[in-house]
């Protein structure tokens, strides 16, 4: 077990987070957390619905923000540097730490506009390059040769599993460091998270995976490392094999055995 | 003996049952009926109101030829020799209307996305009350306050003989037609999905963007609504505008004194003799506006929908 633990803490920690807490309002959602994510890794976030990974996923990029009244507390360390840190500029964050959300949600515009829309905000105004990163995108996304021949084509038309993979493309498209992905597959069909879930292995070779998933099955298939979260705390953070053959904790074996959530 | 009784009693309750669905079958064709003729009725009249406009409209045009009347420059309808040209009137509509929602449409727009994503609630429900009761208030009204307020002072910041202009019209129009464009796009914004927004904040985008290019996009047939709704208020006003645009039937300039098509018809038709060629070519001038803004719905429709289909 150390030795697995020790090869993964070898290959790099890019977000340290250090005794974070979190509210809403009075209630507390997220309870001293404290964890190390492996880089160029698949992390899956587990645990039962209302336990905290959802939230403590939106920390990460600070989304949380938007939401009124919560208050953060503790920190968090992207490659060294405390993202909430008055200094830091939290688009540029967001630009770093890139978002897939739990139901696709493609902008109502053509596939190209879907993927040009994040570079063309970050000043790249070049038609050449533009197309360049639109097929390279979609490309990293596995997904240039469904859709090449229609570009131009509103992206609503496309199915569930396409336009998930979309969404993919597009937060590739502004050259992420992280990609979250919130419950991505949880409204897919299983052949389309099939492909989810291949092209997130090969994500990991360039891009650092952060997963929230409901389905253990899949963070045994494809995380590296898992956290499982339960009424706002970490109960447990190891690398995967470990973590489902080995729980420390009772309440972890409890859960990935199924016994409840 | 049983059986036979439970079968009567059977039969029974079918032929009852058969009677109530008959019951309501007349009921239901009777509503059905009722519904027919409400919607006829609203038919009928725009059938009724387009003949009876193009009838009355059509014999002073005929008599003045409608190259003169459309494109003539000098409308004198009680000279000895009356002159019958509404292009100044045709011009002041345009003019007035563009105007309008070239200063309206921005504002109106710009309110309704403060409204919908910026605005904090307490402030935007004070915000939006506001905004009913200006779509409350009397066209009369905003004439009164034109004439007291805006008037004066577009003659004393241009130096004008008198402040009833073309000028003080816009801005009339564009005030009145706010109500309009600020409900109808609001409605659009607050319809957008919030998973639009979500995700463009999640590549990085600021708020103002993500208004600007993604709300205000995905709400864009929303808008074109209340633009549509504004030029159609606009260009059918009357009363408030007769107030403050000195009602001369000169060809339109910003700082002149003007009249609309609207205006034309409403200050000439209280002394206008029966059968006369004068009360004969308001009767046209109300067919010219009707088609025009026709013309505008339909051409407006058309581009809407040509954008709606294009995503």
Redesign the interface.
């Known amino acids: 077990m150390t030795d697995d633990t020790e090869g993964i803490i070898l290959s790099g920690t890019i977000v340290s987070v250090k005794g974070l807490n979190l509210w809403y309002g009075d209630h507390q959602a997220l309870k001293n957390i404290n964890v190390d994510i492996p880089q160029n890794q698949i992390t899956a976030l587990i645990g039962p619905s209302g336990c905290g990974k959802s939230t403590f996923m939106k920390t990460l990029?600070r989304?949380n923000d938007?939401i009124p009244g919560v208050k953060i507390k503790g920190d968090i360390l992207y490659r060294g540097q405390n993202i909430y840190d008055a200094s830091v500029n939290v688009?540029?964050?967001?630009?770093k730490i890139?978002?897939v959300?739990q139901?696709a949600?493609?902008?109502?515009?053509?596939i190209y506009d879907n993927i040009a829309?994040?570079p063309r905000?970050?000043g790249v105004r070049s038609r050449a390059k533009l197309d360049e990163i639109v097929e390279k995108s979609l490309k990293d996304a596995a997904i240039w040769d469904e859709v090449k021949d229609r570009l131009k084509a509103?992206a609503?038309g496309m199915s569930g599993g396409q336009q998930q993979r979309l969404?993919i493309a597009?937060?590739l498209a502004?050259q992420p460091d992280i990609i979250l992905m919130d419950e991505s597959t949880s409204a897919l069909d299983p052949i389309s998270t099939g492909k989810i879930e291949e092209l997130c292995l090969q994500l990991k070779e360039k891009y650092t995976v952060i997963m929230v998933t409901h389905n253990m099955q899949q963070a045994v298939r494809v995380s590296d490392f898992c956290c499982f979260f339960l009424l706002g705390e970490l109960i447990e953070a190891e690398d995967t094999k470990t973590l489902f053959s080995m729980p420390r904790d009772k309440r972890t074996e409890d859960y990935v055995t199924g016994r409840f959530g | 003996m049983n059986n036979t009784e439970t079968v009567t009693v059977d039969a029974a309750a079918a032929a009852g049952a058969k009677e109530a669905k008959e019951k309501l079958n007349a009921k239901e064709t009777f509503w059905q009926v009722l519904f027919l003729i409400c919607g006829i009725i609203a038919v009928g009249f725009v059938l009724a109101i387009s003949i009876y406009l193009i009838i009355s409209g059509i014999p002073a045009i005929h008599k003045i030829g409608i190259f003169k009347f459309m494109f003539g420059t000098k409308w004198a309808s009680t000279a000895a020799e009356p002159s019958f040209g509404i292009l100044p009137f045709i011009l002041t509509s345009i003019y007035g209307t563009a105007g309008a929602v070239v200063i309206g449409v921005p504002i109106g727009l710009m309110t309704a996305v403060f409204l919908s994503k910026a605005a904090p609630k307490k402030f935007a429900a004070v915000i939006k009350n506001c905004v009913q009761l200006l779509a409350g208030i009397p066209s009369v009204v905003y004439g009164l306050v034109g004439m007291i307020v805006l008037v004066p002072s577009v003659q004393k910041a241009f130096h004008l003989a008198s402040g009833a202009t073309l000028l003080a019209a816009v801005i009339v129009l564009a005030i009145m037609i706010l109500p309009n464009i600020i409900n109808v796009s609001l409605t659009a914004l607050d319809a957008v999905p919030k998973e639009y927004e979500e995700a463009s904040l999640a590549l990085g985008a600021t708020r103002t963007e993500t208004f600007f290019k993604i709300s205000v996009h995905a709400a864009r047939s929303g808008i074109a609504a209340a633009v549509v709704l504004g030029v159609g208020r606009a260009i059918g006003e009357a009363m408030a505008i007769i107030m403050v645009s000195g009602n001369v039937a000169n060809m339109p300039g910003l700082l002149k004194s003007v009249r609309f098509m609207t205006t034309a018809i409403a200050s000439e038709m209280s002394y206008a003799a029966v059968g006369s060629l004068q009360r004969n070519a308001l009767f046209s001038i109300g067919l010219v506006l009707f088609v025009f803004i026709m013309l505008i719905n339909v051409f407006l429709n058309v581009v809407i929908k040509g954008k709606g289909k294009e995503q």
């Open positions: 990029n989304m938007l688009t540029d964050l967001r630009k890139g978002m959300f139901k949600n493609p902008f109502p515009m053509s829309y994040g905000i970050h509103s609503l969404c597009r937060a502004v």
